[in-house]
Each structure stands twice: as C-alpha cells, then as structure tokens.
C-alpha cells in the first residue's frame, strides 16, 4: 500500500486515478458472443456454457425441485442469516414507496405521475470465485417491492450442472422463481434479446467480471436498459485519532479480497495513525484465504496524509468512492459535507460488509467516480414513473394563450392550432 505524503492539489487528479480495465479491447470478443447468442439462441448458450464454464447442459432452467433440494444442503444458520438480511432490506426498500398526489398548476390545469413496475427485469448474479447470494437479495427484493411482473436470474452452473444452494436459497426467499443456468457474456445476450428458454428482458441489473460489463454495455446502446456503468470495487475510509486501527484494516482489507483490480484509500491527517494500520494490514492479511487476491489489490491502493479535513472532505468529493466510512470523532459533521459518494457508513461501528449483507442498504452501487452523477440502485431502479394532465374547459383558457404564444415562437403553428381550436370553440 502506497503511502503519500500532503500531496499538492494538482496532484490529486492523477493521485485518485482507478486501475480500470478498458474494456474495448474486448468488444470484439463479445460483439461475436452477443451475435451469436442473438441467432442461435439456446444452442449458442449452451455451447458457450461446455466452453467457459466446463459443463454440458441439456437443460437452461432451474426447475423447482432443484431449488427444494438444494434448501438441504444449507445449514439452518446460513438459512436464518438469509432471512434477516432480506427482512431488512424489504424494510429499507418499502420506506422508498412513490407517493403520487395530484397539483394544480393553473386553476383548471391537473398533473400527477403513477409510478410503475418495469415488467420485465433480469438479474445477473455471478457464481465464480465467490458466489454472491447477497446480490439475489439487493436486486430481487425491491424489484418484487417494485411490482416487476416477471424477475429473471441468470447464473453461472458449476461443473455438474448445478447452482449454488444458497443462490437458489435467497432466490426463493426474495420470491424469484425464473432461474436459468446461464453466466458470463451468454447470460447477458440471452436475457437482451431472448432466447427458446431465456425470457427477453426490458433491464438488466448486476455485477460481473470485464466481460460481463463490456456485455452490457453494448447490449445497452439499442436492446436493452441496465442498471449503471460499473467497475472494480472499492472503498475508501476517513480516519482521525479516536479511530481503531484494527477496524480500519479489516474494512480495507474487506474491500481489497474482492479482486485484484478493487481499491482501497485511507485518508487522514493523523501519520501515526496510517503506520498503525499498515501493521494491523500486515498481521490480518497473513490469515485471510483471499490473502493473494487481497495483495495484489494493495499494490494499487494509497493511504493518503492530509493537511487538515477540509481537504479530506474535497479529495473525497473528488474522488466519488463507492462505499465510504467516516471513523472520526465528528463524523457526522463530515458526513453532512460528503456530495459525492454511493453509500457512507459512519462512526467507529458501522463496517462496509454491515450494508453488503445485512443491515437494509443496498449494495449495488456505482463505482469508478460515477457516484458523482449515478445512485445506488433502489427502487426507483425497478420502477417508472408515467405523467398525467387533466386540464378543464377553464384551464385551457386559463392557460391556453401562454402555449399559444410559445408554439408560435417556435414556428410549431400546428402544436398552436392544437390551443386555439379549443379556445374558439
């Protein structure tokens, strides 16, 4: 982990830089896939699947039985885990109900807007190194929260065909019964266009490696809507004296196991306290099993001394972290200076895998300095919101002069014979 010392301003743009992967160099690569799978459907889908995930499928759906015996193979503890986490997040995402009321503009004129489920959404859940049921759970929730009339999941098999039980478990506590075996770039051409098995969908939710992403990003130019741009994971912790260095290693540490490219910055005003958390990194990364996934994602990761808050507080809106944890002695104080940033967790308590898993947030979030201008996913994620106007023979004289005028600077005298008509009659 670098350590840099009161870098000057002009140093913080180059300083704050990702390790991302430009993904056009893969286009190619899944430009071809994604036709393929456009042509050929199941077929193609089956065949990439022997090719990339090493097993020979007959079938791409999840039948129910498969998810009623995989139920067995899960501890009870894991099970009760599940269920609470997805009680909290139901809760979270409920409090975020549209509420429509209906204005009067001009005395006469009425508008309101219904806020409506995408019907069709698909769910990409990755299965590889680690399998993230806690995905199932933040997309599938406040999708069915949402009213979505049909929630598809695809996800990668393993070598005998079979998913993971506690994808299959979480699936079916959050109400998701169309899984389909299906990961990678096949997953997402699949559920972009459709296929035999394979509904087509209107917006495609989820993370996933390089390819995945360049996967959505093109089928997102014309097919299909998703979710955001997204990138390698990271964090990014605010720290002062009062802090424990212990904590502040395993939240960095927590966000460097996920993969070689994810990053992870320290920022502080405290060089006592950064030698401290060097250490702690030293003797926790010595037990992790992820140890050389975590190390290589450490080699691009900063711990950065600053002069003073301010300036922490403008790196940081700089440099629009996914997650953010304010361990400092006003934290809040800080907190409410924060405008960029996917979700923050506060005070010496609060640890980033608190909103992976279990505490309600969700935690599909944009990366890559685009939590300047993107959300989290929520609800409004899964949902539309469509506009109404009533407007009276009295609001249309109220008002109908004022449209008149502006469509006939416009030169658009169809759109003010559309008013006028109405005002003569």
């Known amino acids: 982990m ?3 010392r009161y870098p000057k301003r002009e140093e913080w743009e180059k300083l704050i830089q990702r390790p991302t992967f430009d993904t056009s160099s893969l286009n190619d690569t899944v430009s071809a896939i994604l036709s393929d799978i456009k042509q050929n459907g199941d077929k193609a889908v089956i065949q990439y699947e022997e090719k990339f995930d090493k097993v020979k499928l007959s079938s791409l759906k999840v039948e129910i039985s498969e998810i009623a015996e995989s139920e067995k193979k899960l501890s ?15 809760k979270f995402h409920q409090s975020q109900a549209f509420e429509s009321r209906k204005i009067e503009t001009t005395e006469g004129v009425i508008c309101w807007q219904k806020a409506v489920g995408i019907e069709k ?37 393993d070598k005998n065909g079979n998913i993971n039980p506690a994808i299959l478990y979480a699936a079916k506590t959050a109400g998701v019964n169309q899984i389909y075996k299906a990961g990678g770039v096949q997953a997402i051409g699949a559920m972009a266009y459709g296929t ?26 014309k097919d299909v809507a998703i979710d955001m741009p997204a990138g390698p994971s990271e964090v990014q912790v605010i720290a002062d ?18 993969g070689p490219d994810s990053q992870v910055i320290l920022t502080t005003t405290d060089e006592k306290l950064i ?31 600053l002069q003073n ?67 989290g996913v929520n609800l409004d994620s899964f949902i539309k919101k469509i506009t109404f106007q009533e407007i009276s023979r ?13 469509a006939e600077n416009e030169l658009l005298f169809a759109h003010k014979n559309a008013i006028t008509l109405r005002l003569k009659e």
Request: net charge negative; glycine share 6%.
């Open 2 to 4: 670098q350590v840099i």
């Open 121 to 157: 959404v698909g769910l990409y859940i990755p299965g590889g190194s680690a399998p993230l049921f806690s995905t199932v759970l933040m997309l599938a929730v406040p999708a069915k929260i949402g009213g979505c009339k049909e929630i598809v999941l695809c996800t990668p098999p």
């Open 196 to 221: 035999e098995s394979i509904p087509k969908v209107y917006k495609i939710f989820g993370p996933g490696n390089q390819y995945v992403m360049a996967a959505k990003q093109l089928v997102s130019l």
């Open 394 to 406: 009295e609001g249309i004289q109220n008002l109908g002069n004022t449209i008149e005028i502006m």
């Open 76 to 90: 009870e503890e894991l099970k009760t885990a599940i269920t609470t986490a997805c009680r909290n997040i139901q």
């Open 241 to 258: 004296q009062t802090a424990n260095p212990a904590f502040i290693a395993a939240d960095l540490l927590s966000q460097a196991e996920h």
């Open 309 to 375: 808050t301010d300036e922490i507080i403008d790196l940081t809106n700089e440099y629009a972290p996914e997650h953010l944890i304010i361990e400092t002695e006003d934290y809040i104080n800080i907190a409410d200076k924060i405008i960029n940033a996917g979700s923050v967790f506060l005070g010496n308590y609060t640890p980033e895998s608190a909103g992976d898993y279990a505490s309600g947030t969700n935690h599909t979030l944009p990366t890559n300095g685009y939590a300047k201008a993107y959300s």
């Open 275 to 305: 030698d401290n958390v060097l250490a702690e990194i030293e003797k926790q990364l010595a037990e992790l099993p992820r140890k050389e996934i975590a190390e290589k994602a450490l080699v691009h990761s900063k711990a950065i001394l």
